[in-house]
């Protein structure tokens, strides 16, 4: 998490420096007057320069006092999506403080580079003639919203490929049913069949098992070694009653007439044993282990990133005491609890305590639901940072076009025309944008996808999605623009011109 959280702070931070440069460098033919003017006034290029510096450098100390500001703000909120506890007091440390203030300047520094070399370097006469303002705009403002819709559709991407990764994880099958079953751990041996008795007498329960460990709740680990390799057995212990609840599967039975264990596919395949095998020799062992048969693999700990563990099984002897109890409800869930938890306390006198399986399963995808939630919100952040850039672009690069739009006007061209013209010529930077995206989310998305053994597949769908997000974007941020220019009269622009 702390990776995530400052892998995503930084490129946020990325997008803040670059849409500084963005602004800057395209208001850089109005910038260029006032040096111009500076210049003519006896001040040096490098007086310039150093003004300029100093003008990002005190913005950015400006954000930093805002973003602290914010940060004590949202504390509680970070305290719960991390389920940990923020000491902001820290930020008074010296170390930190002197931490803070170097970032800040270094940060100062690269968002006011750029534009104080192109502004400082600008000629009076240049400035005049209008050709430095035109020379910024062909070479910068174009790269800018292609960029700016690289990062875009890129963010995009990545968010829609990180949630569905996580949601298809969450909604894998885990090899066992955990609907309805609530479970809990089982009660002293000599009230346990009072017990079953008033549960089974209860409306709202269907069926009542008992059983020696539970997916999720944990089992008997058993650890030995089979030709010298070590194989860690999870054993599972139940009746025929929990068996059919959880709804395992026996994909062959020998049908014993001795005692033996049921291994699952995985133990099968980690001892390198053949379907028809029907015993095993651990090492150090005096005697082989009957094979009763194969059980299909489930998740023994919960969820597909837990990996899939070997397992012994076998049901549960009438002599032998269960660990655990698992009852399968019927109806409204949580009055089935109540009601099961009032039997429980008149027959124990003790606190009940009882879980759903479902909700056990969810908790335990608890840190990839909160990575999901932070990939959103930061996402969400930096998009709309990205986006603001682009949105000021998208105005900019308008109010440049006003002389080209005002000609075409006085050349019988229509406002329709003239509105298509200056949509699509925007759009086609999105096109642009989202075929150099695309290699790139493949690149990256495809190296995160691949540390998951049970992971989507790069649908055409995502690259999509993305682009069409970007794409709508882009024309209700510039058709606005557009249209104002589109119907403008352009005696207003020549007018303003001379």
Same mark, same amino acid.
């Not at 041996?189 to 999720?216: I, M």
């Not at 860690?232 to 929990?242: A, I, R």
């Not at 969810?362 to 990205?386: E, G, N, P, T, W």
């Given at each position: 998490?702390?990776? !995530?959280?400052?892998?995503?702070? $930084?490129?946020?931070?990325?997008?803040?420096?670059?849409?500084? /440069?963005?602004?800057?460098?395209?208001?850089?033919?109005?910038?260029?007057?006032?040096?111009?003017?500076?210049?003519?006034?006896?001040?040096?290029?490098?007086? %310039?320069?150093?003004?300029?510096?100093?003008?990002?450098?005190?913005?950015?100390?400006?954000?930093?006092?805002?973003?602290?500001?914010?940060? +004590?703000?949202?504390?509680?909120? !970070?305290?719960? &999506?991390?389920?940990?506890? !923020?000491?902001?007091?820290?930020?008074?440390?010296?170390?930190? +403080?002197?931490?803070?203030?170097?970032?800040?300047?270094?940060?100062?520094?690269?968002?006011?580079? %750029?534009?104080?070399?192109?502004?400082?370097?600008?000629? #009076?006469?240049?400035?005049?003639?209008?050709?430095?303002?035109?020379?910024?705009?062909?070479?910068?403002?174009?790269?800018? /919203?292609?960029?700016?819709?690289?990062?875009?559709?890129?963010?995009?991407?990545?968010?829609?490929?990180?949630?569905?990764? /996580?949601?298809?994880?969450?909604?894998?099958?885990?090899?066992?049913?955990?609907?309805?079953?609530?479970?809990?751990?089982?009660?002293?041996?000599?009230?346990?069949?009072?017990?079953?008795?008033? %549960?089974?007498?209860?409306?709202?329960?269907?069926?009542?098992?008992?059983?020696?460990?539970?997916?999720?709740?944990?089992?008997?680990?058993?650890?030995?070694?089979?030709?010298?390799?070590?194989?860690?057995?999870?054993?599972?212990?139940?009746?025929?009653?929990?068996?059919?609840?959880?709804?395992?599967?026996?994909?062959?039975?020998?049908? $014993?007439?001795?005692?033996?264990?049921?291994?699952?596919?995985?133990?099968?395949?980690?001892?390198?044993?053949?379907?028809?095998?029907?015993?095993?020799?651990?090492?150090?062992?005096?005697? #082989?282990?009957?094979?009763?048969? /194969?059980?299909?693999?489930?998740?023994?700990?919960?969820?597909?990133?837990?990996?899939?563990?070997?397992?012994?099984?076998?049901?549960? =002897?009438?002599?032998?005491?269960?660990?655990?109890?698992?009852?399968?409800?019927?109806?409204?869930?949580?009055?089935?609890?109540?009601?099961?938890?009032?039997?429980?306390?008149?027959?124990?006198?003790?606190?009940?305590?009882?879980?759903?399986?479902?909700?056990? %399963?969810?908790?335990?995808?608890?840190?990839?639901?909160?990575?999901?939630?932070?990939?959103?919100?930061?996402?969400?952040?930096?998009?709309?940072?990205?986006? &603001?850039? &682009?949105?000021?672009?998208?105005?900019?690069?308008?109010?440049?076009?006003?002389?080209?739009?005002?000609?075409?006007?006085?050349?019988?061209?229509?406002?329709?025309?003239?509105? !298509? =013209?200056?949509?699509?010529?925007?759009?086609?930077?999105?096109?642009?944008?989202?075929?150099?995206?695309?290699?790139?989310?493949?690149?990256?998305?495809?190296?995160? $996808?691949?540390?998951?053994?049970?992971?989507?597949?790069?649908?055409?769908?995502?690259?999509?999605?993305?682009? +069409?997000?970007?794409?709508?974007?882009?024309?209700?941020?510039?058709?606005?623009?557009?249209?104002?220019?589109?119907?403008?009269? #352009?005696?207003?622009?020549?007018?303003?011109?001379?």
């Amino acid at each position: 998490f702390v990776i !995530v959280l400052m892998s995503v702070g $930084l490129l946020i931070l990325i997008f803040a420096v670059i849409n500084y /440069i963005n602004l800057t460098v395209a208001q850089a033919g109005f910038r260029a007057k006032e040096m111009a003017t500076r210049r003519l006034l006896g001040s040096s290029r490098g007086e %310039l320069f150093m003004r300029l510096m100093l003008e990002s450098t005190l913005l950015t100390f400006i954000s930093l006092i805002i973003g602290v500001l914010l940060a +004590l703000a949202v504390v509680p909120f !970070v305290n719960d &999506l991390l389920q940990t506890r !923020v000491d902001m007091n820290v930020l008074g440390r010296a170390v930190w +403080l002197l931490a803070l203030v170097s970032l800040t300047v270094v940060v100062g520094v690269l968002s006011g580079l %750029l534009p104080a070399i192109i502004i400082s370097s600008s000629k #009076p006469i240049e400035v005049v003639r209008g050709t430095f303002r035109a020379k910024t705009k062909m070479v910068f403002s174009k790269f800018f /919203i292609v960029f700016q819709n690289v990062i875009t559709i890129t963010m995009i991407a990545a968010s829609i490929v990180m949630v569905s990764q /996580i949601v298809h994880m969450i909604n894998a099958p885990v090899g066992y049913n955990t609907k309805n079953l609530l479970a809990m751990n089982s009660v002293d041996g000599r009230l346990l069949s009072a017990f079953v008795g008033e %549960l089974k007498g209860l409306s709202c329960v269907d069926r009542v098992g008992k059983t020696q460990g539970l997916p999720l709740f944990g089992s008997n680990n058993w650890t030995s070694t089979y030709q010298g390799q070590n194989i860690s057995f999870q054993q599972f212990v139940m009746d025929k009653d929990c068996y059919d609840m959880l709804g395992l599967e026996i994909l062959r039975d020998n049908h $014993l007439t001795t005692e033996g264990w049921f291994l699952n596919e995985q133990a099968m395949r980690e001892m390198n044993l053949s379907e028809d095998a029907t015993s095993f020799m651990l090492d150090r062992h005096e005697r #082989p282990i009957a094979i009763a048969g /194969i059980v299909r693999d489930f998740y023994c700990f919960g969820n597909v990133t837990t990996g899939m563990n070997p397992v012994m099984f076998r049901f549960l =002897k009438d002599n032998e005491d269960p660990w655990m109890i698992l009852i399968e409800t019927q109806g409204d869930p949580f009055a089935a609890k109540e009601a099961i938890g009032k039997v429980y306390e008149k027959v124990t006198g003790l606190e009940f305590e009882a879980f759903f399986m479902d909700e056990r %399963l969810q908790k335990s995808f608890d840190s990839q639901i909160r990575l999901a939630k932070i990939v959103i919100i930061f996402s969400v952040i930096a998009i709309l940072i990205s986006l &603001l850039g &682009l949105l000021a672009m998208s105005t900019y690069f308008i109010q440049q076009r006003s002389q080209e739009v005002s000609v075409r006007k006085v050349f019988g061209s229509s406002n329709r025309e003239i509105l !298509v =013209k200056l949509v699509f010529t925007f759009l086609n930077y999105v096109l642009i944008a989202f075929v150099i995206a695309v290699p790139i989310i493949i690149y990256f998305m495809r190296d995160w $996808l691949s540390d998951y053994s049970y992971r989507i597949s790069l649908s055409p769908l995502i690259f999509i999605a993305a682009g +069409l997000f970007c794409l709508v974007i882009s024309f209700v941020s510039v058709f606005f623009q557009s249209y104002r220019a589109a119907t403008s009269n #352009p005696v207003d622009s020549f007018r303003q011109r001379f």
